[in-house]
């Protein structure tokens, strides 16, 4: 076998044709926008509520896509689903639907009755994918995100 398994990041010198910034199969002529806007992207405004009364606010940007997995994306400790937008405007650009959510506690996310835990954090994440009835989904996080993620796949194996 040549060259990364699918799904890989690519290493080494660039790719014949590719372009700075933009995902493999991006039109060339897309419009770039810089990482500092952190600008929700156009979608729709949904609110979750747990099990203990948090309200966790969520926006859902994009179309499902029979061939692109939906990606869900847990911020970190102290910040909120605007971290995401960079990123999420490249998957939206590569044809994904995207799930930014604000963790219980941040941005526009109340904290809800239970103690804050990485083991409710899972819960929490857990509640939004169910909530949305979000299935096939990469679910990707930064640091305290990448710790939900975690969470939710030990605590929710019914589902991860």
């Given at each position: ?21 933009r ?42 896509s029979a ?22 405007r490249?998957?939206?650009?590569a ?64 589902v991860?």
């Amino acid at each position: 076998m040549t060259g990364p398994a699918p799904g890989a990041a690519h290493r080494g010198p660039p790719r014949p044709g590719a372009v700075p910034g933009r995902l493999p199969g991006q039109e060339a002529d897309a419009p770039s926008v810089p990482d500092t806007d952190l600008t929700l992207p156009p979608g729709r405004e949904v609110v979750v509520r747990t099990d203990d009364g948090a309200r966790l606010a969520v926006t859902v940007a994009g179309t499902p896509s029979a061939d692109r997995a939906p990606v869900v994306l847990p911020h970190c400790w102290t910040g909120s689903r605007a971290v995401g937008v960079p990123v999420a405007r490249r998957l939206l650009a590569a044809g994904h639907q995207v799930v930014l959510y604000d963790q219980r506690g941040h941005g526009e996310s109340s904290t809800g009755s239970d103690p804050i835990s990485v083991e409710r954090l899972g819960d929490d994440l857990a509640a939004v994918v169910d909530h949305l009835d979000v299935t096939g989904a990469v679910l990707a996080g930064h640091s305290m995100g990448g710790m939900t993620v975690m969470s939710f796949a030990c605590r929710h194996t019914e589902v991860a």
